[in-house]
């Protein structure tokens, strides 16, 4: 059962979770985008945006973190609020408390929690009962942060998602995940290029084309990487060897080998195509330097676009759409 007290109706974005990007709605996306692309206007203008005045962020990692802690911390310091930094050793979810009585302990303090974990089932649980939004920081499920980002930095670039192409090679795990949803709620054509074994869980394939016929969008799997990238608009790879995942090295970098996204393979896909990738990136592994530095890369403005998409969700689901109004469109 969820907390005794039950969260209060709410309309919009307001008070809900978001653990994976089905948890929205196509339109609901575009909200998000949005209200990032506005405060990352607001950001750049020098104008003040304190949306999150006394607000306070609980913060829960049991992986290590160098992106996601920093743009949530500096997400709530900006928005005029506060991110508490629970770090593992002194929470150790399900050791040293249970994950319920963390989840009915912080609902008493902060207003919203973000949790970095190894297991979605452990964001469920929190979900369950807390009466504050959990936020997803990242699972082995999914990575919807991430995704935000990366529709905001693909939006920036082509100008509109609904009938470009984004193509993903690599291992088809949580953010491969995250981006056929993201890619199915917005229209996208997503095409996945894995290894025999390293294919996405059928369950979300099967969900994100479900989606994708609604948007227009399409999700296709194919055995090879030059064809998931053939006449792309972008590119994108992850780490092959994530964490949890190292005893698995030799087994994997072996598998992944044509899978690298090197300068051959980029011109493969449009001509003006751009690479992307999450970080943190292995150089000489699932990319070269050649690509990761060379003027069709856009990760780092993915990296930067992970602050803005997030206080954006910050503010939509503690204050609401409303809170937004104060900003220029």
């Known amino acids: 059962m969820r907390s005794t007290n039950a969260r209060p109706a709410r309309r919009g974005l307001q008070g809900r979770d978001i653990l994976s990007l089905a948890d929205l709605s196509g339109a ?10 506005r405060l990352k206007r607001a950001q ?8 999150l005045p006394a607000r306070t962020l609980g913060m829960l990692f049991e992986k290590a973190s160098l992106r996601t ?26 050791v040293r408390e249970s994950v319920p009585d963390i989840a009915r302990n912080l609902e008493r ?7 970095r974990v ?23 499920r999914f990575h919807p942060c991430q995704v935000l980002a990366d529709l905001l930095t693909l939006r920036e670039r082509l100008g509109s998602l609904a009938g470009r192409t984004l193509a993903y090679v690599g291992d088809g795990f ?23 074994g390293y294919e996405p869980d059928p369950e979300i394939v099967e969900q994100a ?21 053939r006449n792309a608009d972008a590119v994108y790879t992850d780490s092959w060897v994530s ?54 890369s856009v990760v780092f403005d993915q990296a930067e676009n992970r602050l803005h998409a997030q206080k954006a969700l910050l503010v939509l689901l503690v204050r609401g759409e409303a809170a937004l109004e104060a900003l220029p469109s």
């Open 209 to 229: 084309r479900r989606i994708a016929r609604g948007s227009g969008g399409t999700i296709e799997l194919v055995s090879s990487a030059e064809a998931a990238v």
């Open 44 to 51: 750049g203008a020098d104008l003040p945006h304190a949306l």
């Open 118 to 140: 190894y297991d979605q089932n452990v964001l469920e649980e929190l979900a369950e009962y807390s009466r504050v939004p959990i936020i997803n920081g990242l699972s082995d």
């Open 69 to 94: 802690r920093t743009t949530f911390v500096v997400g709530m310091v900006h928005l005029g609020g506060q991110a508490v930094d629970l770090m593992a050793e002194h929470t150790q979810m399900g």
């Open 243 to 296: 964490m949890g995942l190292e005893e698995e090295r030799a087994e994997r970098l072996a598998a992944f080998a044509p899978f690298q996204v090197n300068a051959a393979l980029m011109a493969g896909a449009a001509s003006d195509a751009v690479f992307m990738h999450c970080l943190p990136a292995h150089r000489g592994e699932e990319v070269t330097d050649e690509v990761m530095d060379g003027p069709q």
């Open 109 to 115: 303090w902060v207003d919203a929690v973000m949790a």
């Open 174 to 196: 949580n953010v491969c995940h995250s981006l056929m949803l993201g890619g199915a709620l917005t229209g996208l054509h997503v095409r996945v290029g894995t290894p025999p």
């Open 28 to 37: 609901e996306v575009t909200t998000v985008l949005d209200a990032a692309a």
